[in-house]
């Protein structure tokens, strides 16, 4: 299955090895994906994003600006994506909860940008300084109405590298809000790494019109459901608004051409969906017990899995380096093969519940949560794991 978003061109093609942490990983390649703009406000644990891209961004002849609150923060990189500028922000828990309208904003106006939640625990101030995983939902249904975004979900330094340029090139490529979640322990975590050289990386840009200023209309439906996109400022002059509209981007209160629009804001997603949707298999093949399990509670489950394995328990883990689209038809596919599904995760359902709804019965589904603000050990998931056995 081919991906035109996916990072790399040539794997082999890699930098002298360095250690990085997940925070500094993010930062870097954002730069190596054409990211000139990032405005934000400092929250813990995202805050070395911002720290790094102050201190590189304008060597590379970008632009950082460290902005008022969250609010501000999306407005900046929504303005700037208009431009044609790759835009990001980096925030946690309570910031990401003040982005939530001007996501929406730029999920209903199309615009590209890319948004870092690096997950503590919640709610409100929480711990923030310790892991979770709570923000699943708030990622796939945080601003309101029905509105298209892409989550991803790495759980190395190495592929918060990767995942990072990724978002990007989905971002650019449909025209959509992408959310990468990552988790302290992954932002915070220092792994020896061998990233891929500059060169190595398929970058995606937006789709840019092919007709000349007069003829163009911004919001236009195209085979892929994704319209071209001028940048403001070379000659291409259009309305951008959240209100419903048309194709000429003006507001229209005609519900034929409101459902054909929200439609295809959803329909541009599910087209690409096999270019989106990532998954990781992990010993799988012969499973009995499948493990559903990502970012660092991924890692404790890789563990576990390799525990089970040496007790004569066929485990294997599904882990979905896209959260949303959820992975819903991967989840069903291993399903027949299967007796029970096992879902670790720092909060208490949320990514359960998507896994219940994509087996629709046919196995049961165990849900282990943990919202005290510890990374789970190995062990914690063997014992679920020896109790489906």
């Known amino acids: 299955m081919t ?20 925070n500094e990983a993010c930062a870097l390649a954002a730069i190596d994906a054409g990211m000139r703009f990032y405005a934000g406000y400092p929250i813990t644990p995202s805050s070395e994003i911002a720290e790094h891209l102050a201190n590189w961004l304008p060597r590379m002849g970008g632009v950082f600006i460290a902005m008022e609150d969250e609010i501000a923060s999306m407005g900046a990189i929504i303005g700037a994506s208009l431009t044609g500028t790759k835009a990001m922000t980096a925030t946690s828990g309570p910031g990401f909860s003040l982005m939530q309208e001007n996501i929406g904003y730029a999920s209903m106006a199309e615009v590209p940008v890319v948004v870092v939640n690096v997950m503590r625990g919640g709610p409100s101030t929480g711990l923030p300084t310790s892991p979770a995983q ?18 991803l979900t790495p759980y190395s330094v ?3 590298y ?8 989905l971002s650019e490529q449909y025209r959509v809000p992408v959310i990468l979640l990552l988790d302290e322990v992954i932002a915070h975590v220092n792994e020896k790494v061998a990233l891929p050289e500059r060169e190595a990386l398929r970058i995606v840009e937006r789709p840019q019109p092919e007709v000349p200023p007069e003829q163009y209309l911004p919001f236009v439906d195209t085979p892929t459901g994704v319209p071209p996109m001028a940048p403001f400022g070379t000659g291409y002059r259009y309305h951008v608004t959240g209100l419903a509209h048309d194709e000429t981007g ?7 051409v409101i459902d054909a629009q929200l439609r295809r804001l959803h329909r541009k997603l ?3 969906r096999h270019d989106i949707v990532e998954v990781d298999e992990f010993l799988l093949e012969d499973a009995e017990i499948g493990v559903f399990a990502y970012g660092s509670s991924a890692r404790s489950a890789r563990r576990a899995i390799r525990l089970a394995r040496e007790k004569g328990i066929r485990a294997g883990m599904l882990r979905p380096k896209t959260m949303w689209p959820f992975p819903d038809e991967e989840v069903r596919a291993w399903t027949k093969r299967l007796k029970a599904w096992l879902v670790p995760e720092m ?3 949320q990514a359960a519940h998507e896994v219940e709804w994509a087996v629709a019965g046919a196995v049961p589904v165990r849900r282990l949560g943990r919202v ?7 062990n914690d998931i063997l014992a679920a794991i020896e109790e489906l056995a």
């Open 162 to 169: 990767e995942a990072t340029v990724r978002a990007f090139n």
């Open 347 to 349: 909060n208490l359902g």
């Open 372 to 378: 005290d603000g510890n990374l789970f050990h190995p």
């Open 3 to 22: 991906r035109s978003s996916r990072p790399l061109t040539d794997p082999s093609k890699r930098r002298p090895p360095r250690m990085l942490s997940g």
């Open 270 to 272: 599910e087209l690409g």
């Open 134 to 151: 709570g923000d699943v939902m708030q990622a796939r249904w945080g601003t309101h109405g029905d509105h298209p975004v892409i989550a």
């Open 158 to 160: 190495e592929e918060t």
């Open 250 to 256: 003006f507001q229209t209160n005609d519900p034929k």
